[in-house]
């Protein structure tokens, strides 16, 4: 039985603010036909949500709860 193809998620880039609390990091999402700006704990569409955003890498998790997506920079 074929296993089912994974939705396309790229990351594009993680842009980091650097302020008097620490690193806010922020991620460039292309999905689905659009472009996301997020951050931990924002939505990107109705399937997934950011869990953790480190200065390479992206784990987005689904609101399902099945799965961990991780996306990281080329």
Same mark, same amino acid.
């Given at each position: 039985?074929?296993?089912?193809?994974?939705?396309? *998620? #790229? $990351?594009?880039? /993680?842009?980091? +603010? &650097?302020?008097?609390?620490? =690193? !806010?990091?922020?991620? /460039? /999402?292309?999905?689905?036909?659009? $472009?996301?700006?997020? #951050?931990?704990? @924002? !939505? *990107?569409? +109705?399937?997934?949500?950011?869990? #953790? /955003?480190?200065? @390479?890498? &992206?784990?987005?998790?689904?609101?399902?709860?099945?799965? =961990? $997506?991780?996306?990281?920079?080329?």
């Amino acid at each position: 039985m074929p296993r089912p193809v994974p939705p396309v *998620v #790229k $990351l594009s880039g /993680i842009a980091e +603010d &650097v302020t008097a609390a620490g =690193v !806010s990091r922020t991620a /460039i /999402i292309s999905a689905f036909g659009q $472009l996301f700006l997020v #951050k931990e704990g @924002d !939505s *990107v569409t +109705d399937r997934y949500r950011v869990a #953790k /955003i480190s200065s @390479d890498v &992206v784990e987005l998790s689904e609101l399902s709860g099945s799965a =961990v $997506l991780r996306l990281a920079l080329k």
